[in-house]
């Protein structure tokens, strides 16, 4: 018992790594809490420092929840523990007094590991929609709760069902100020070099 609270507890340090702001400060001499939509997340890096910065900061935000998961191999409720706390930790980092990223890019880190084919049909309704909408925020609110819903369909057990409802929920709520300009019209879609506040 003792060794798995060990494990879940590295697990959420890993997922706090706060890459898009160590990204930010050390390579580019920018702080993405203070610049911005001041969300440390790939799209407010892309946003502010370029393709390059973007593409950085969710590679190392997806690797934080694949190595998450494999810590708690190959005990089944151990490594969906691993997950979540991962993704926890990439939303409420103790490096950033509790305040970071949206758990996408680390969420499709975790699930790539667990279930393949639900990131990848989560993927696919994510393109589609960005490419319909070009707005990242609504993509990744509508690719969140297919992983469950595959995982479902594929019969996978019950406890990964349940484990990716709450990971979907928690992208939808950290994505709650989106919701709200969406609703308003407000939201702003990536189109010729405009980007929207992720």
């Not at 702001?21 to 370029?50: E, H, M, P, Q």
Request: glycine share 10%; charged share 15%; proline share 4%.
């Amino acid at each position: 018992m003792m060794e798995t609270v060990v494990i879940v507890l590295f697990a959420y340090l890993i997922g706090a790594v706060p890459s898009g702001y160590l990204i930010g400060r050390i390579f580019y001499g920018v702080d993405l809490k203070k610049t911005g939509s001041r969300n440390i997340g790939a799209t407010n890096a892309y946003r502010t420092l370029g393709m390059k910065a973007g593409l950085a900061v969710f590679f190392c935000d997806f690797m934080k929840g694949v190595i998450a998961v494999h810590l708690g191999m190959p005990e089944p409720t151990t490594v969906l523990l691993c997950a979540l706390f991962a993704i926890i930790g990439n939303d409420w980092s103790i490096f950033l007094k509790f305040k970071s990223g949206k758990g996408v890019a680390c969420g499709v880190g975790a699930f790539a590991y667990i279930c393949a084919p639900a990131t990848i049909a989560s993927f696919i309704v994510w393109l589609i929609v960005f490419r319909w909408k070009k707005i990242v925020s609504l993509a990744s609110i509508a690719g969140a709760p297919v992983v469950p819903i595959v995982i479902w369909v594929l019969g996978e057990p019950w406890e990964y069902v349940v484990f990716s409802l709450a990971a979907a929920l928690i992208v939808v709520v950290k994505h709650k100020e989106n919701i709200e300009r969406l609703l308003r019209g407000e939201e702003k879609p990536i189109i010729q070099g405009k980007k929207e506040s992720q």
